[in-house]
């Protein structure tokens, strides 16, 4: 039978051209996502910055503590602390030393990202002055070249002394790796308490063996010095960020292809059936046809997925330069490709999966088929049996009802399901699946709904495109069957993210208690002292919490984190409306805090509590309030607000303002806004607000689920145009009748554009039906977090994928069947 079906492929080449077009874009897809994920998994050693000509630097690390198993950019215990006073006087008696400190330092208008650090530490990083001379006095300060010119003074932003005035006395060579403003090493101290590294100039091994005795330090040399970068966390985020993207991508668009090549190669199975008809009545038995097919479809499989491969290895460079695009993997991100085994296993796995998804999509209907008596054959050949096997509807009814469970489940069950791009995503597709499984069951009756408002056109064309579609069911079912995966996912993906968002806008709105705000413009955050001299504005009540990093221990030696806000009490009750659970927030004062419910800490409780700067302090518990994941903080009294020079940066985020009553309030906002002049910060509404944090909340789940989308729907919309190609392609026979009862080339072609449209509507329909199925579960799950959520359709967005999928519909059947009836004219003429 190899033979056979060698020679199938020979003469039906076009017929199997559409399954190799599906095979090879599934497997290239597969390949690309895979070759990139392992890369993301494994990125290349980045060399040094910083210190890359310094032969040691000693760094702070905890070896309790596992960055990967806690937040980004959060800082360990001895991060935090920095570097130890003993520690210094046992390193620097083994020779000279020069302290690093790296801190918020950012000119006017200059990038927010800008970091300050002392001068003595620049010439390890290789930075060589351009013009000009190094700082000597603590209002002088050496940039990069353009930031401003020698001699100029500029204002200087900082979070523990605010906007200072600086003069510029020299400038450097600019780097691609940080942008540095470099001050004198006592006014970098004052400005930044903690020591982040120190570049020890004596014998290795002698401070090696000097910190050895430290347990909260360690030596870095060589490539090793790259971890006290700061591009090395930026680094690992923006991998993260990718980690985590990839997966679901590669999960949702593989699921969706692998689903989709199946379909077409049993429905490439189904256009044969009266070829293996003929097989069956010379003679044929049942087991040689299933021997022919599998035989076709390791044939047609080895091949695609051959070049699907290649294609996939080619396609990883435009798949990185779209995560870069996006702002998902970071500008220096590339895949080497090289015969190692991050490259060969995704390569291999996608040419095993794509060669196994085309046998058993083959085999599954060369099976029906080969059961086809021989007396049969020839009846089986021209009709289209209606009925569908009962394998495919257990696994349709049993997926829909597991769709239909899973939704329930996270709508009642664990509504913060949908707060976790990676679980919730993957779900979508249960329904989606499980209802385009279920299609040859459904078309019967949702084509007969569709038709039935247009049953009294006159003339026969709405009558015989019903009738068409009836009869060659599962024909319309293949074909609705992209339609259907393309807008259900579109409408499930990019509703579920715009909901998603519309509720957690509308969540954090309620909990703004304050009209108005004081917010970065143009920086990551604004000092504590721009909030104290707003506060100082007569009438005017700010609160203005600085975030910080709190640590408990979890009774295993180790350490869990927590963001902490320092605020005062009165401040924090007049600016936001926490949802308290149990206590109350007038019982806060300077030695207790206010916690997350999910904490699992009790009013009353006292915590022993370590801050940024090292200090264990014992709190009491006041409060707890309702919060989801990702808004649970720790308020703690104002006098920890030091300590966010340690956790993280120091900055106040956002602060909150009102008016006192009697307060002319034009007059107060106008000295607020000349108060908050040249000092990183602006005043904006609560709308304004609630606008700015939406922008920077939304952005990673939208990217995540956008791309993710727009993947997954770029490639339905080649199986449409594919699918269509292939059914059109096929039916030489209805063109033949059509034309022998009387109807014109024009007639024709509208049947077989009105029959595509009805396709694309029962696909649509279908859609909607397991859409609905999602969006129900959605529904709730948002009510259960966040109350009042209305369910957020971007129609526009949706209205669109259906219309190109249409589009895409109709074009793949005008193009066969006008060639077909080029063909017959000529024909007809030539006769």
Known sequence: MLRVALGTLRTRWVSFLGTVVALVLAVAQ?????????????????????????????????????????????????????????????????????????????????????????WPVAEFGGYVLRDGRAPRTGDEIVVAAGRARAGETVTVLTAAAGPGRYTVVGTVAPVGWEDAVFFTAAEAARLSPRIDALVALGPVERVRTVVREESEAEVLTGAGLHRADADAANDREALDNTLTLLPVMAAVAGTTAVFVVASTFAFAVVQRRREIALLRTVGATGRQVRRMVRAEALLVGCLASALGGVLGLFGTRPLTGLLITMDIAPPWFAVELSARWSVLAPLGAAFLTGLLVAFCGAVAAARRASRVRPVEALREGTVDNAAVTPGRVVLGVAGLACGAGVACWIGLVAPRTVLSPTAYVVSLLIPVLATAALAPSAVGPVVRVLMWPLRRLPGPAALVVRQSAL?????????????????????????????????????????????????????????????????????????????????FPDGDGRWEENDGLAVAPDALRRSTRLKVVHGSLDDLDERSMAVADRWRMKVGDRVRTTLADGREVSLRVAATYAALPGEDVAYLPERFAGTGLFARDGLVRRASLSLAPGTDRTAALARVRAVLAGSGARLTTREGLVAAEAAQARRLTETRQRSTAVIVVLFCFVAILNTLLMATADRRRDLAVLGVTGAT???????????????????????????????????????????????TVPWAAVGSVTAVSALLAVVGTVLPVAAALRRRVRHDSDA
Request: glycine fraction near 10%; proline fraction near 8%.
């Open 30 to 118: 597969l390949t690309a996502l895979g070759v990139v994920l392992l890369a993301v998994a494994e990125p290349p050693e980045r060399p040094p910055h910083r210190f890359a000509d310094a032969p040691a630097v000693v760094l702070p690390v905890d070896p309790r503590w596992d960055s990967a198993q806690h937040d980004l950019g959060v800082r360990s215990p001895a991060q935090a602390r920095g570097l130890s006073r003993p520690l210094l006087r046992a390193v620097a008696a083994t020779g000279a030393t020069v302290v690093d400190r790296a801190f918020y330092a950012q000119l006017a208008d200059g990038p927010e990202k800008q970091v300050g650090h002392p």
């Open 471 to 551: 009869t060659s069911r599962r024909r319309t079912a293949a074909t609705a069957a992209p339609v259907l995966l393309t807008v259900g996912l579109a409408l499930s993906l990019l509703t579920a993210t715009d909901s998603l968002g519309a509720a957690r806008d509308e969540g954090f709105r309620a909990g703004v208690g304050a009209p108005y705000a004081v917010v970065p413009d143009g920086t990551a955050g604004f000092s504590p002292s721009v909030a104290e001299r707003v506060a100082r504005v007569e009438g005017v009540r700010v609160a203005a919490p600085v975030l910080t990093t709190v640590y």
């Open 745 to 791: 080339p024009r007639q024709i072609l509208h049947f077989f554009v009105a029959e595509a449209l009805l396709v694309t509507a029962v696909g649509v329909t279908l859609a909607l039906l397991a859409g609905g199925i999602n969006l129900l579960g959605l529904g709730a799950a948002l009510h259960q977090l966040f109350g009042t959520a209305p369910i």
